[in-house]
């Protein structure tokens, strides 16, 4: 028998079409960031901090830029990073342009140049992101730098849920009908001061019809992935969630070994790769331990540093003593593989 499941990192519930008319938030609190004009509408982005290149953080379906908070503070003193929402989530203006992942890539680069944010990239997605992510590497590959996937979408995710001996339908198929999800509320493990914003964001009329041509776009976003030029040879770095995310049964044993499956394929991308678990979270590890995506981010900035001359890149060791920047630590994290930093024996 095929059964649906709805996980963490698409929710499926549909509301009746009535609830379309409803009021669904209350005042909207002021953004953190800046609207950037992109030409179809604004989109909001939050930068902070200062040093290339610029590591520019992508949510997963239906997410917010609120979500990467955390991870922007601890980087503040080594690098610039900018958090924003796609359109219709968060403070960005709705838009009547696919919910795709082509045409989130193209206006992803359409605010960077906005808003002068110069390339090189270090692109860092969560989840349904990390389409978004792996086709900006694929499309803009000479301004990507490196990529971070966070328990990131693999592009045949779908298909292979799907087919047996598992079963499971994980995105809809039907693109003939407006579907109206319910809101994609905020993980809980959001910080409770900013889950009251997230959660009045999330609840906009807007934000709930974005979240859902994401949704019915899944599929077309992963084909999209699929049939690109190739991943290009940059440092990627991989983070899976250790904790499971499906019930303890056959089926769900099923999944999760087919989950760590795809999450070892995506970090075999690139042969410049580095892949850890993240023994404690779920499936929203950069809320759960975010000091490890931090950790993650120094990581490739550091291989990065020492494997380039340009005068737009610190070339010095980020860990040395002569400079302050504090050593990642990478705790409650298991190492699958390190092709990036052979040299530093106290990552193993």
């Known amino acids: 028998m095929r059964i649906q499941l709805k996980p963490v990192w698409v929710l499926v519930a549909v509301l009746l079409s009535a609830a379309s008319g409803s009021s669904l938030a209350g ?11 992109i030409g179809t509408g604004k989109l909001h982005l939050r930068c902070i901090g200062s040093g290339g290149p610029s590591v520019v953080l992508e949510a997963g379906l239906g997410g917010s830029s609120l979500e990467w908070a955390s991870v922007q503070r601890s980087l503040v003193r080594i690098a610039r990073t900018c ?6 989530l968060g403070w960005s203006d709705a838009t009547l342009e696919p919910r795709t992942s082509s045409k989130m890539v193209d206006e992803l680069h359409a605010l960077l140049e906005a808003s002068n944010v110069p390339p090189p990239y270090i692109i860092v997605a969560h989840s349904f992101g990390g389409y978004n ?9 000479d301004e990507t730098a490196g990529v971070v996937l966070v328990d990131a979408s693999h592009p045949e995710q779908v298909r292979r849920f799907l087919a047996p001996p598992i079963g499971v339908n994980t995105a809809p ?12 509320r905020p993980p809980d493990t959001l910080p409770s001061r900013l889950r009251a914003v997230a959660t009045t964001l999330a609840f906009r009329r807007k934000a709930v019809h974005a979240a859902s041509q994401e949704l019915l776009n899944f599929r077309r976003s992963a084909r999209q992935v699929s049939v690109a030029n190739p991943f290009p040879e940059i440092p990627l770095v991989v983070i899976s969630r250790g904790m499971r995310m499906w019930q303890d049964s056959k089926r769900g044993r099923l999944m999760e070994e087919l989950w760590r499956q795809l999450q070892i394929e995506l970090s075999e991308l690139s042969p410049l790769s580095a892949h850890l678990i993240a023994n404690y979270s779920g499936h929203h590890v950069h ?12 990581l490739l900035l550091n291989h990065l540093s020492l494997n380039r001359s340009s005068t737009a890149w610190h070339n010095y060791d980020l860990w040395s003593r002569s400079t302050k920047a504090p050593r990642p630590r990478f705790q409650n994290a298991t190492w699958i593989v390190n092709s990036l930093t052979p040299t530093y024996a106290w990552l193993r």
């Open 83 to 88: 958090a924003y929402d796609r359109a219709g």
């Open 133 to 141: 992510a792996q086709l900006f590497a694929r499309r803009y590959r």
């Open 287 to 298: 809320l759960e331990q975010p000091n490890l995506v931090s950790d993650a981010i120094r």
């Open 27 to 37: 005042d909207v609190p002021s953004p953190t960031g800046s609207l950037i004009d």
């Open 173 to 184: 198929s039907d693109h003939r009908r407006f579907l109206i999800l319910d809101p994609v």
